[in-house]
């Protein structure tokens, strides 16, 4: 990365100049700032957070950094990092059946299961990417069914889902292709997901009353028809603009019929994986569809046949809306780290700046986040990352984490 590290002073590692670890009015000073913002790199700069929020950012030389708060210094520094599509806090690192939440196969469709039911604040995999660098998650129910439930955006910290809430209920995933196949039940064919979808769209349609009581999955009473139906609630959201439909499609004709399905229905769609679509970038650019890009070491297998580490760097070159993922590991430790995926795609053609926007300011926007978080400026959330060297090299080390001023890392990783 050009001379995103530039070299500090021997003493310039992360040093915590005050032991509070709970304080909310802290001071975060870098032999380099990453802002991600409209003030660029800042050599030598400061963030001041007061209440959980940055109220300066700019050089040491123009900051009062204000008497008695808590200071940390780094030689680099950038917005806590955001995971753009992840299964982290439902999928457990122990791998057992009762710490795996991400996936109910019980039926095909199921929109109404609530991330928020399942996710555990307590889970290792949250400390483990927290202490790299991860200060968000855009997180939910993973592949392997149709419709699989609902994500949401949580901080990496708090002691309860509670506290880590930032949004319930973002996005509804979906999943077309090989992945959501059933070949002993349904659907075993993409037609019938696609027929099925259409159906789940077309009875959401005609509306539920919000006010009846509710009815199980799928269920109706025929004597009270205008009782709740939560699958027919769930679309209708996704029909009305409230809340995007993010569909993992990697082969291009699952890509394409995601695309017409969202014409055809007039919803936001969002393109999760998306392993081929270098084939098709003038359709994507044509349809201003965002892109969650599949992790850039993804095995290239099956459905992620096309995958590439040079598939960023594509994107970015033509002028595509997208973000890095850490996205859904079926073995241990059951996620990957998007500070990794990042530093392999600045190795394979995109530039250092994109990489960090692709899991900073690019993935805050592409999950409606970016009025809080992804960019160090006046106003958001006093998130922070801070890294002894430059972060995309291997041998550099996350070595603290700060989140709306509390300082939630220390560790050296």
Same mark, same amino acid.
């Given at each position: ?37 409209? $003030? ?67 039926? #095909?469709?199921? #929109? ?8 555990? #604040? ?19 129910? !993973? ?6 439930? $609902? ?28 992945? +959501? ?17 259409? $159906? ?7 509306? +539920? ?15 009270? #028809? ?48 998306? +392993? ?11 349809? !201003? ?18 995958? +590439?580490?040079?598939?960023? *760097? ?8 997208? *973000?890095? $993922? ?88």
């Amino acid at each position: 990365m050009k001379t995103l590290v530039k070299t500090l002073a021997a003493g310039l590692a992360v040093a915590l100049l005050s032991s509070t670890a709970m304080a909310q009015d802290i001071a975060v000073r870098g032999g380099q700032v990453w802002t991600m913002g409209p $003030q660029g790199v800042i050599e030598d700069g400061v963030v001041v957070i007061e209440d959980g929020r940055i109220i300066a950012v700019g050089p040491a030389s123009e900051i009062t950094i204000p008497q008695g708060v808590q200071v940390l210094q780094a030689p680099i520094v950038t917005p806590g990092l955001v995971d753009a599509h992840s299964t982290v806090g439902l999928t457990g690192y122990l791998n057992q059946p009762d710490d795996q939440d991400q996936l109910d196969d019980s039926a #095909p469709v199921q #929109p109404h299961l609530r991330a928020i039911d399942a996710y555990n #604040p307590h889970d290792r995999l949250v400390q483990w990417v927290r202490e790299l660098g991860v200060t968000t998650l855009h997180t939910g129910h !993973g592949p392997g069914a149709l419709v699989s439930g $609902q994500t949401m955006v949580v901080k990496t910290r708090g002691n309860t889902v509670d506290a880590a809430l930032v949004e319930d209920g973002t996005m509804i995933a979906a999943n077309l292709g090989a992945w +959501a196949l059933d070949q002993d039940s349904s659907p075993g064919t993409r037609a019938k997901q696609m027929a099925m979808l259409r $159906q789940a769209l077309v009875a959401a349609q005609g509306g +539920a009353d919000p006010e009846e009581d509710h009815l199980g999955p799928g269920e109706r009473d025929e004597d009270n #028809p205008g009782r709740r139906d939560l699958v027919e609630e769930a679309f209708a959201q996704v029909l009305a603009g409230e809340t995007p439909l993010m569909i993992t499609a990697n082969r291009m004709q699952d890509m394409q019929s995601a695309l017409r399905l969202a014409e055809e229905f007039g919803f936001t769609v969002i393109i999760d994986g998306a +392993a081929d679509a270098h084939l098709m970038l003038d359709e994507l650019r044509e349809a !201003g569809v965002s892109i969650i890009l599949h992790p850039t070491m993804a095995r290239n297998e099956g459905e992620l046949e096309n995958a +590439a580490f040079t598939t960023a *760097a594509v994107l970015a070159e033509a002028g595509i809306l997208f *973000a890095l $993922q850490s996205g859904y590991e079926a073995y241990v430790p059951k996620t990957r780290v998007v500070l990794w995926e990042a530093g392999f795609a600045a190795g394979n053609g995109l530039t250092p700046q994109d990489a960090l926007a692709s899991v900073t300011i690019d993935a805050a926007r592409i999950i409606g986040m970016d009025d809080r978080i992804g960019s160090l400026e006046v106003g958001k959330d006093g998130d922070l990352a801070m890294f002894d060297g430059d972060p995309f090299e291997y041998t550099s080390h996350a070595t603290g984490v700060v989140i709306e001023g509390e300082v939630v890392s220390t560790a050296v990783r």
